[in-house]
């Protein structure tokens, strides 16, 4: 047991300190690659002697490929079709024209500068070829660079790293092992492999997906463990093809884009925010600082030829008779960093080397490391700079996107559009956004889990703000935090009752009771949005305060609001109610419907039940009514009917309301007449917001049936 423990160690100190210096990076506005690199040598046997790279053996070598393997995986997840639309051409010239002008430009380079045999300088060259989504994206994500310019570097990032990573092993085979004819024989195999398994692979998962054969709670587990199996067959029939594999899977899911594809997406990000720290700690725990030492003035003078000679070279080669401007050029001639695809391949080739008696075996890894950071300070903190000398840096996005096409979001873009803001609604509720276009609201049916493609979807002005105003809190706690990584956590504003921690954007308006029953009041005309209102006035609401001409979103309590929400919290819809208690022991929402709606013609014989059960899940299906709190809300505008009906539910155990929906243990049935549907909307809005609040949820739950009337009405004939 005692020998486990450097291997222990080594582990737990590579994915604790690598998460916990990229949270230190983003907090200090840095690349993450820099405190990684700095703490992997801190970190290793050069320095502070806790981390130990060697001491995995083989394993080591198993471990980099894995998690490059999911990283790629990750990227090919990421790609848009769309953004392969706006420069085809200059793309597929990169990867092919590119990679050889960089390839042979680099050898060169090194062959003359450094004196290397040309064996040696071409292998060298190989492990340049790559750029990398680890670091390219975090740059583009940091920086504003024209739509065209930012896609082509995104699939350049992705796409040139299996590339790069075939042709080092073909360096590799030829020159190192003297394979001859057999590295290109290898080659071609595991090209083949991985074109094949990854297009099998990708089509397996994303059948899985829309098929639901994958629970969606373990959406992202399972496309995790997909690919990590796809990774192993990829590598057991052909070596060093599971790259190319997992990132064409990856690419082929994406742009199904099945349902539960922004959680796989989450999910994956974060594990490749692992992956990519605990990489370059085990990875610059190995490195000896006395071989960059020794690298000296020559090291430095390969480093500034590859970038500012060899890339411009790629550029120029790549987009020559192209419709590209000088411009474009130049900005695409500065931006090239290297990521962890290189460093990884650099230090298993500096292995293999040495295992095989080569000359200068760590040569190889010096150099890739030395470009590693010479690209990433030297881009890294200028290439937002040189896109704004170039006239090539997008304005700033001054474009509010507001999640949710209810009333209320529809009341808070109408007055956002009066103030002269850009604003555009989004809501997977086709009839939702209908509402919001006849209103004159700009309005889309997207999914805005999906950043990049709803992101895509707006041509002008661009994205500056985010505001979650769906009636699952959950959802807007998930939605900040998928678009601060894109706008900032500042510029993210999500809807939360009650106090709440402000860690995933900005919590606002949390005095507002349940949205849904907010929305049911502005639709009933019982709330308005109105200007100069008295903040101590009862049932009164902060929601924006101007600020030079701009608003911006108030505290609840901000007495210096402009604009405020008025709610008539007094008025009475349960006198004229007819409520029932009801008990039932149920697997499904629909059995739920038929046996309430059946038990409640008993004492109305005016409801049709066929008809009724029908009209009900009709609703059900285009704005499922369960909430996150375990309660759901279904409900019907019912003709000739005498006066409201409420059956207050118990169910026997908690059961999902939909596919995707909570877990449900009450459940509220609301009968209005058709005549009426103002009083309707009020008696949604008087359910939802007095038996949302957790203490009311809390005493329902714990008295027997029998005595819900008297709690209920005793609760809802009361003033707000």
């Known amino acids: ?66 998690l490059v393997g999911i ?95 075939f042709i080092a092993l073909l360096c590799v085979e030829l020159f190192a092992m003297g394979l001859g004819t057999m590295a290109l024989v290898g080659l071609g195999l595991r090209v083949v492999t991985g074109v094949v398994l990854g297009l099998v692979g990708g089509v ?124 474009e050029r130049a900005l695409l001639s500065w931006i090239a960093p290297r990521g962890i695809v290189a460093a990884s391949m650099a230090s298993l080739l500096a292995i293999e080397l040495e295992r095989r008696g080569t000359p200068h075996p760590r040569f190889v890894e010096t150099l890739t490391y030395a470009v590693i950071v010479g690209t990433i300070v030297v881009q890294g903190f200028t290439a937002g700079r040189v896109a704004r000398l170039l006239g090539l840096e997008r304005p700033p996005a001054d474009t509010w996107l507001v999640v ?70 959950a959802d807007n706690r998930v939605l900040c935090r998928l678009w601060s990584t894109r706008l900032g956590a500042e510029a993210c504003y999500r809807w939360q009752s009650g106090e709440a921690s402000g860690e995933d954007g900005q919590v606002v308006w949390s005095d507002l009771p349940d949205l849904a029953a907010v929305a049911a009041e502005v639709e009933a005309g019982v709330a308005r949005i109105v200007k100069g209102a008295r903040p101590s006035a009862h049932g009164t609401h902060a929601l924006f305060r101007e600020v030079g001409g701009k608003l911006q979103v108030a505290a609840s309590s901000a007495g210096d609001a402009h604009l405020f929400l008025e709610r008539d919290v007094g008025r009475e819809t349960w006198s004229p109610v007819r409520l029932h208690a009801i008990e039932v022991a149920v697997e499904t929402p629909q059995e739920v419907v038929e046996q309430v709606v059946a038990r409640l013609a008993e004492d109305h014989p005016e409801l049709d039940v066929a008809a009724l059960t029908a009209a009900i899940w009709e609703q059900e299906e285009l704005l499922p009514s369960g909430l996150d709190e375990g309660i759901a809300l279904p409900h019907a505008l019912v003709p000739s009917l005498g006066a409201p009906i409420v059956a207050a539910v118990k169910l026997g155990r908690p059961i999902l309301w939909g596919p995707d929906g909570p877990l449900v243990d009450i459940v509220f049935l609301l009968l209005s007449p058709a005549e009426d549907p103002d009083a309707h909307l009020g008696l949604l809005r008087d359910v939802a917001r007095h038996v949302v609040e957790p203490r009311r949820r809390r005493r329902l739950r714990a008295t027997p049936t029998e005595r819900w009337p008297r709690i209920l009405r005793s609760s809802w004939t009361r003033a707000a």
């Open 1 to 66: 047991m005692h020998h486990s423990h450097p291997i222990l160690v080594t582990i737990v100190a590579a994915i604790a300190f690598g998460v916990l210096l990229i949270a230190v990076a983003r907090r200090l506005g840095v690349p993450s690659i820099v405190l990684l690199l700095a703490g992997g040598v801190v970190l290793g046997p050069e320095v502070l002697g806790v981390v130990h790279p060697d001491e995995l053996g083989q394993g080591l070598r198993v471990i980099i490929s894995l």
């Open 71 to 165: 990283i790629l995986f990750e990227g090919g997840l990421t790609l848009e079709l769309g953004g392969y639309r706006r420069a085809p051409r200059v793309i597929l010239r990169l990867l092919t024209v590119g990679v050889i002008t960089t390839w042979s430009g680099i050898a060169v380079v090194v062959w003359l500068v450094a004196g290397h045999s040309l064996t040696l300088s071409i292998t060298s060259a190989s492990l340049l070829i790559v750029t990398g989504p680890t670091v390219v994206g975090p740059l583009l994500a940091r920086i504003r660079v024209s739509e065209k310019i930012h896609h082509v570097l995104q699939w350049e990032g992705v796409l040139i790293d299996p590339i790069g990573v």
């Open 204 to 327: 397996a998962l994303e059948r899985a997906l829309a098929r639901r054969l994958i629970p969606s709670d373990l959406a992202g587990a399972g496309s995790l463990a997909t690919a990590v199996l796809l990774f192993g067959a990829s590598e057991l029939l052909a070596p060093e093809s599971g790259l190319l594999s997992v990132t064409l899977a990856g690419f082929y899911v994406g742009s199904k884009r099945p349902e539960g594809i922004a959680a796989i997406r989450h999910f994956k990000q974060e594990m490749t925010e692992v992956a990519i720290g605990m990489l370059f700690i085990l990875l610059s725990a190995r490195l000896d600082l006395a071989q960059f030492l020794d690298f000296g003035l020559e090291g430095v003078v390969l480093v500034l030829l590859i970038m500012f000679l060899v890339r411009p070279l790629t550029v120029l080669a790549s987009t020559f008779g192209l419709d590209v401007t000088w411009r």
């Open 404 to 473: 949710g096409a209810h009333a209320l979001a529809r009341e808070v873009a109408r007055c956002l559009v009066a103030h002269g803001e850009r604003v555009v609604i989004v809501d997977q509720s086709r009839q939702a956004v209908r509402e919001a276009t006849r209103a004159g609201l700009p309005a889309l049916v997207a999914d805005a889990w999906e950043v990049e493609a709803t992101a895509a979807l707006l041509t002008e002005g661009g994205i500056g703000r985010l505001l979650a105003l769906t009636d699952r809190e």
